[in-house]
């Protein structure tokens, strides 16, 4: 068989069922105490600042080992470096439950399961060029995109429900089912996983690409990805700051930690949805750049009405158009990015708008974090971010379409 024949093998869509189970179990793990922050605080004994650590070390990590994740993947490819993030995820995620209610140990733990999150999420494009053929690319970007988000909304639906019904065991239950999915999901990545098909799935991987520092070099002197990384930086950081801090938002508006995790749930929900949707449109219309002006469009309304609501229902109707706005418009980005930054790695622009993502919530949580009314009502902070989205939707004025 010629080497550079043309194959779209079935065993690509497993390899993308088992990436997405392992995305889904290290989101749960992120924002597993982000809707119950004053809960975890008193069962932890320490602050409310301490316990937002632990969804911050996500981010914080995510800097450095960026770096690392996206030459791993693309020295050694991408079973070797998903596998990794897995098999960090996996371990660390099931010793969670064994810190049982000391602090110091739970956040050595969640550090080591942030430092496995980037090896799953810089490999996103490099599942979908490794496996998938050029016209279901955007398709199976948008489901890694889409699970990442599954995992966010079970871990903020389910978490408060475990933690407030079952009392004094709340926590060590919910460390545990989380920690045991995420060695089954490691076990299962690791067994069945593989790098690539026999034949390449399109004529672009048989390509050369350059080496990662020279497509360093590369991004940072293209103007139309220094857009994407200003929209990342916004976009992906406001996405973090309302996770993070969602009870608090909750409590703000007179509402309690269920409400909190129906308001993630919902913003998460919506996501999932736009994922679907706009992927599905990319590959019908073509055109990137409307489909993310629109989609900014629409998180950017929706996050001004959220702004000056106290109404439940019309929290939750703009908190799931919030979400359908702000999240399906990564996908998208990505695979542009990918285009428009050729012959640059997949896994270097996917890893650097990535981490600036999480720059952009670190910034966001250390500049806003108590940011609020008198009567603890976030509005000031919503406002503000509302007004980012809205700097987002101008610079896509500036974006081409890919020659």
């Known amino acids: 068989m010629n080497s550079t024949e043309i194959i779209s093998y079935k065993d690509r869509w497993l390899i993308l069922l088992l990436f997405m189970a392992v995305n889904i179990i290290v989101q749960m793990l992120w924002v597993s105490f982000t ?9 932890y004994g320490v602050g409310e600042f301490e316990i937002i650590l632990l969804a911050m070390t996500f981010m914080i990590a995510y800097i450095p080992v960026t770096f690392l994740s996206a030459w791993v993947l693309d020295k050694y490819d991408f079973k070797i470096g998903a596998g990794l993030g897995a098999t960090l995820i996996g371990i660390f995620g099931l010793l969670r439950f064994f810190a049982f209610n000391t602090y110091i140990l739970v956040l050595i733990f969640q550090l080591g399961i942030a430092v496995g999150q980037p090896f799953i999420l810089n490999a996103y494009t490099k599942l979908s060029a490794n496996w998938f053929p050029e016209s279901e690319r955007q398709t199976a970007t948008g489901l890694s995109m889409l699970s990442q988000f599954l995992g ?192 640059v790695p997949e896994a270097s622009s996917n890893g650097m708008l990535m981490m600036f993502g999480q720059v952009g919530g670190i910034i966001l949580m250390l500049g806003l974090e108590g940011v609020t009314l008198p009567n603890g009502d976030y509005f000031p902070s919503l406002i503000l971010q509302a007004i980012f989205l809205a700097i987002i939707v101008i610079l896509t004025l500036f974006l081409k379409e890919p020659e």
């Open 35 to 43: 809707t119950v922050t004053s809960l975890s605080a008193v069962y």
């Open 152 to 343: 966010i909304a079970l871990g903020m639906f389910v978490t408060p429900y475990i933690v407030i019904n079952l009392g004094e065991l709340g926590f060590p239950v919910m460390n545990l089912l989380y920690g045991s999915i995420a060695l089954i999901f490691m076990l299962l990545f690791l067994v069945f996983a593989k790098s690539r098909p026999p034949t390449p799935p399109s004529k672009e991987l048989i390509s050369e690409k350059v080496m990662m520092t020279e497509g360093l070099k590369q991004l940072f002197t293209n103007k139309k990805f220094l857009i994407l990384f200003v929209s990342f930086f916004f976009g992906v950081g406001v996405l973090n700051w309302l996770i993070t801090f969602s009870e608090g938002i909750s409590l703000g508006k007179g509402y309690d930690q269920l409400f909190a995790g129906n308001f993630g749930g919902f913003l998460v929900f919506g996501g999932i949805v736009g994922s679907l949707v706009v992927s599905f449109l990319a590959e019908k219309i073509k055109s990137r750049k409307i489909l993310l002006m629109s989609s900014f469009i629409i998180a950017t309304i929706s996050l001004f009405i959220i702004s000056f609501s106290t109404e439940q229902i019309l929290i939750l109707i703009f908190s799931f158009l919030l979400g359908f706005g702000i999240l399906s418009a990564a996908p998208v980005a990505l695979e542009y990015a990918v285009d428009i930054t050729k012959p």
